[in-house]
């Protein structure tokens, strides 16, 4: 596949990029580089005050980017015209995707892991690869999502039989592409097999707990409706118990009402700008 | 008795509701509450939560049905269906129970 022919990666971040990479650049200075684009701005601001985050009142490119890392803000600006794609034409995906980002956080912040902000971000990104591939194949997609519907296999399983290939490989290596750093890429490559992950297994077991957790709720609509079943290697090293898994799924489901509220908010600016 | 509570949109909130639980700001959830639990809404108390950027609040019994609202067996129905593939795992079963018990906590009658 050919990068270049993807949904456009702002030429912003490349300049993000040096600046980040120079140490004597100031936050503001890369807020400001940020800010010029308004649209992309308001974007950006609008995702760091969704309940995936949990901040709420991200006034500003700059206060976002002290709240939540450069790295989470560059990661938004790279994927926000995937997640573009994912309002206008994949809403139940776009939904699943929120939710998991808001599964991921409670998790996160339940067992006072570090990087919450970047386990959240992992979260809302992982299935950034079923946007691609139903970009490039839209046929065979359209045949693979009616054949989950009939036959037993996972959605997981039939990418692979019949593409050779599945969403969470194709969402690592456009991660790799774009430069994300590797807690990012790890979960997202990993989500379905969290015993696959070379480094950052913590990350990597809360995305997928997150991935199962939204799909239980029946929140959104990644594809197929079938929970996954929950790794036990994730489990293990999430120390997870029933009690607190208990506590996050009463958390989670409060705060999907928030989420649902999200959604349709966006939805409803995107119908009046248009 | 069995205890249920649901969680609405402040917008949908009316006087008279009894909060089901402590209300925190979003913001600073771990923080005091600004609203006790057993405390009913008037007018004015509305106004000004929504004013505090409060988004949702839990209420007491199941005051809210919404066009599209499904019944309890209708949703566990669904749930059955989410997880028919996977009802043979130990670790995935268990998280059906809770997300079931959930469920009928939040509907009961």
């Given amino acids: ?274 | 008795m069995r205890f249920c509570m649901q969680r609405i949109p402040i917008s949908l909130a009316k006087p008279g509701m009894v909060l089901a639980k402590d209300l925190v700001r979003p913001e600073n959830p771990t923080g005091p509450a600004i609203c006790g639990k057993g405390m009913e809404l008037t007018e004015s108390l509305v106004e000004r939560l929504r004013n505090m950027g409060i988004q949702s609040i839990t209420v007491e019994g199941h005051p809210i049905w919404m066009e599209g609202d499904k019944t309890l067996e209708d949703l566990l129905q669904e749930l059955d269906h989410r997880f028919s593939r996977v009802s043979q795992d130990p670790l995935t079963r268990s998280l059906k129970d809770i997300c079931r018990k959930y469920l009928i906590n939040s509907m009961g009658e």
């Fill in chain 1, 1 to 274: 596949m050919d990068t270049r022919t993807l949904p456009t990666l702002p030429g912003i971040v490349t300049k993000l990029n040096s600046l980040a990479d120079n140490e004597k650049s100031s936050i503001q200075e890369m807020a400001r580089l940020v800010s010029s684009d308004q649209v992309l701005s308001a974007r950006i601001l609008r995702l760091a005050n969704s309940p995936s985050y949990g901040f709420y009142r991200v006034a500003t490119i700059s206060n976002a980017m002290i709240l939540l890392g450069v790295d989470v803000v560059k990661s938004l600006i790279l994927s926000s015209s995937i997640f573009e794609i994912m309002e206008k034409s994949a809403l139940g995906l776009w939904e699943h995707s929120l939710g998991a980002g808001v599964a991921a956080n409670i998790i996160a912040k339940r067992l006072s892991l570090p990087d919450c902000e970047e386990i959240a971000t992992a979260a809302l990104l992982h299935d950034i690869g079923k946007v691609i591939v139903r970009l490039k194949l839209q046929d065979e997609y359209d045949v693979l999502l009616a054949k989950t519907a009939e036959s037993g296999s996972t959605l997981h399983e039939l990418e692979r039989e019949m593409l050779g290939t599945d969403h969470s490989e194709v969402g690592g290596w456009l991660g790799k592409n774009w430069f994300l750093p590797e807690k990012l890429v790890v979960p997202i490559t990993f989500h379905h097999n969290v015993a696959g992950a070379f480094c950052h297994q913590v990350k990597t077991a809360v995305v997928h707990f997150a991935d199962v957790l939204i799909k239980a709720s029946g929140f959104g609509f990644s594809g197929d409706p079938f929970v996954p079943a929950l790794q036990p290697v994730a489990w293990n090293m999430l120390g997870m118990t029933e009690p607190l898994l208990a506590e996050i799924v009463e958390e989670l489901e409060e705060k999907l009402v928030d989420t649902k509220n999200f959604s349709l908010e966006i939805q409803s600016t995107d119908e009046t700008k248009t």
